[in-house]
């Protein structure tokens, strides 16, 4: 295999909390060389001008939707493979929320199957933690761990029988297995599609409290203390919340918690005149959640950043906005929004790669995310400064339903490598 060198870098690492100029060697897949000087001499490698850019570890993204089985129409593994290198995300960890769900061996396998031979990243599914998504019965765990499963949930179908998640929960933790978890009550958040306060009702709209997550996070961190599970909270959006999650993790309890971008970057005003295309679950918070949530990534309390790619057809958005399907794409854009988060000083490049990079590829026993000799080569070589209006037609999704269409975004992904290998690289 060709070695590669990237020069004239300022590299990003995670670990140690630093940017520093320098040179990267990539050779058989691993990052074979960190060198403190920006353009050494390398016999017999490519060479790669990376004028400055930073280079940091391939984001591994937990949480995307991709449509198959079932919904291959809204998006395949080839375009979500395609819309993921381009968005430097070097691992995509897939939700089980399929149709079928992905709740057998056999399921699972085909997805494997079809992502090796179409996704030009690597893809890591999850499968349902019961059967079906309904909640009754939980899957076989031991033989879906077998055939690949990275972890269990249920996605946004919160179980309401708790003998059954703890059942569930205890059969995990014997296991080892991870358990993600959608912390919601189920009963006050039914049919929300806003948060509730002022906004909401003046746009008339149905809408849940922030209390509904803190509820639902409290009643999980309960069966996590009773089990004592591997957990991990998908999202958390809300300030009241964190007190229940900083409890957690103080107690001592294998606990980790997640949020997405749009959480991170978006507040409940954007919905402005009903755009649903900002229309996405849970639902958009106040500012002052908003910048609570941005501080608790910040101080590690959040501790993983992602897309949640949920890609939708046009016919399921335009539709009125409590009627209209969440859920926004975000493989692609999801960089460059966050980038926001930096340019306005909130968050610095290696705290944001920490909760992209490092902190999912930890969660989940992987070898990446790290900028270190003998780490895979999975890496993002990004221009934080690049600006550019994004046009949502000229995505690599099938399904276009981002948001910030037609936004004007500070940041382009320039080349992202997968195990040494160019995958994507800027025309």
């Given at each position: 295999?060709?070695?590669?060198?990237?020069?004239?870098?300022?590299?990003?690492?995670?670990?140690?909390?630093?940017?520093?100029?320098?040179?990267v060697l990539l050779r058989d897949g691993l990052i074979a060389e960190i060198f403190k000087e920006p353009d050494p001499q390398v016999a017999d490698a490519e060479r790669i001008d990376a004028g400055g850019a930073f280079l940091a570890p391939g984001i591994?993204?937990?949480?995307?939707?991709?449509?198959?089985?079932?919904?291959?129409?809204?998006?395949?593994?080839?375009?979500?493979?395609?819309?993921?290198?381009?968005?430097?995300?070097?691992?995509?960890?897939?939700?089980?929320?399929?149709?079928?769900?992905?709740?057998?061996?056999?399921?699972?396998?085909?997805?494997?199957?079809?992502?090796?031979?179409?996704?030009p990243v690597h893809?890591?599914?999850?499968?349902?933690?019961?059967?079906?998504?309904?909640?009754?019965?939980?899957?076989e765990l031991g033989f879906l761990l077998d055939a690949g499963a990275v972890?269990?949930?249920?996605?946004?179908?919160?179980?309401?029988?708790?003998?059954?998640?703890s059942r569930a929960m205890t059969y995990a933790r014997s296991l080892g297995a991870l358990v993600m978890?959608?912390?919601?009550?189920?009963?006050?958040?039914?049919g929300g599609a806003a948060t509730s306060g002022k906004f909401a009702s003046l746009r008339g709209l149905p809408a849940v409290s922030p209390m509904a997550e803190r509820m639902g996070l409290d009643r999980d961190i309960a069966l996590v203390e009773m089990t004592g599970v591997r957990y991990h909270a998908d999202q958390i959006t809300t300030a009241r919340a964190l007190p229940a999650l900083e409890r957690a993790k103080k107690n001592g309890f294998d606990v980790t918690a997640g949020t997405s971008m749009h959480h991170l970057t978006l507040n409940e005003l954007d919905v402005s005149d009903y755009r649903t295309f900002f229309k996405v679950k849970p639902p958009l918070r106040?500012?002052?959640?908003?910048?609570?949530?941005?501080?608790?990534?910040?101080?590690?309390?959040?501790?993983?950043?992602?897309?949640?790619?949920?890609?939708?057809?046009?016919?399921?958005?335009?539709?009125?906005?409590?009627?209209?399907?969440?859920?926004?794409?975000?493989?692609?854009?999801?960089?460059?929004?966050?980038?926001?988060?930096?340019?306005?000083?909130?968050?610095?490049?290696?705290?944001?790669?920490?909760a992209l990079s490092l902190n999912p590829a930890?969660?989940?026993?992987?070898?990446?995310?790290?900028?270190?000799?003998?780490?895979?080569?999975?890496?993002?070589?990004?221009?934080?400064?690049?600006?550019?209006?994004?046009?949502?037609?000229k995505l690599q999704s099938k399904s276009k339903n981002t948001p910030f269409d037609?936004?004007?975004?500070?940041?382009?992904?320039?080349?992202t490598f997968v195990a040494g290998t160019a995958v994507y690289r800027s025309a």
């Amino acid at each position: 295999m060709t070695a590669t060198l990237l020069t004239n870098a300022r590299l990003i690492d995670p670990e140690a909390d630093t940017v520093s100029e320098g040179a990267v060697l990539l050779r058989d897949g691993l990052i074979a060389e960190i060198f403190k000087e920006p353009d050494p001499q390398v016999a017999d490698a490519e060479r790669i001008d990376a004028g400055g850019a930073f280079l940091a570890p391939g984001i591994v993204d937990i949480g995307v939707k991709v449509g198959e089985p079932g919904d291959r129409h809204k998006e395949s593994y080839k375009t979500a493979g395609l819309a993921a290198a381009a968005g430097g995300v070097t691992t995509m960890v897939t939700r089980p929320d399929t149709d079928p769900a992905i709740d057998t061996p056999e399921v699972l396998e085909f997805i494997r199957d079809r992502a090796e031979d179409d996704a030009p990243v690597h893809v890591l599914p999850m499968a349902a933690l019961t059967k079906g998504r309904a909640g009754r019965e939980m899957t076989e765990l031991g033989f879906l761990l077998d055939a690949g499963a990275v972890a269990f949930t249920d996605c946004d179908h919160v179980l309401t029988d708790t003998k059954v998640l703890s059942r569930a929960m205890t059969y995990a933790r014997s296991l080892g297995a991870l358990v993600m978890c959608h912390p919601q009550e189920p009963g006050l958040s039914k049919g929300g599609a806003a948060t509730s306060g002022k906004f909401a009702s003046l746009r008339g709209l149905p809408a849940v409290s922030p209390m509904a997550e803190r509820m639902g996070l409290d009643r999980d961190i309960a069966l996590v203390e009773m089990t004592g599970v591997r957990y991990h909270a998908d999202q958390i959006t809300t300030a009241r919340a964190l007190p229940a999650l900083e409890r957690a993790k103080k107690n001592g309890f294998d606990v980790t918690a997640g949020t997405s971008m749009h959480h991170l970057t978006l507040n409940e005003l954007d919905v402005s005149d009903y755009r649903t295309f900002f229309k996405v679950k849970p639902p958009l918070r106040s500012e002052e959640d908003r910048q609570a949530t941005v501080e608790a990534v910040r101080s590690g309390l959040i501790d993983i950043i992602g897309s949640f790619h949920t890609p939708q057809d046009e016919e399921s958005k335009r539709l009125p906005f409590e009627e209209a399907a969440s859920g926004a794409v975000g493989l692609e854009t999801m960089l460059p929004v966050l980038l926001r988060l930096y340019h306005s000083g909130e968050l610095e490049l290696p705290t944001l790669f920490r909760a992209l990079s490092l902190n999912p590829a930890k969660r989940l026993g992987l070898a990446s995310g790290r900028m270190a000799k003998g780490a895979p080569a999975d890496l993002v070589l990004f221009d934080a400064d690049k600006p550019f209006v994004l046009d949502r037609f000229k995505l690599q999704s099938k399904s276009k339903n981002t948001p910030f269409d037609g936004a004007r975004l500070q940041g382009k992904v320039l080349a992202t490598f997968v195990a040494g290998t160019a995958v994507y690289r800027s025309a």
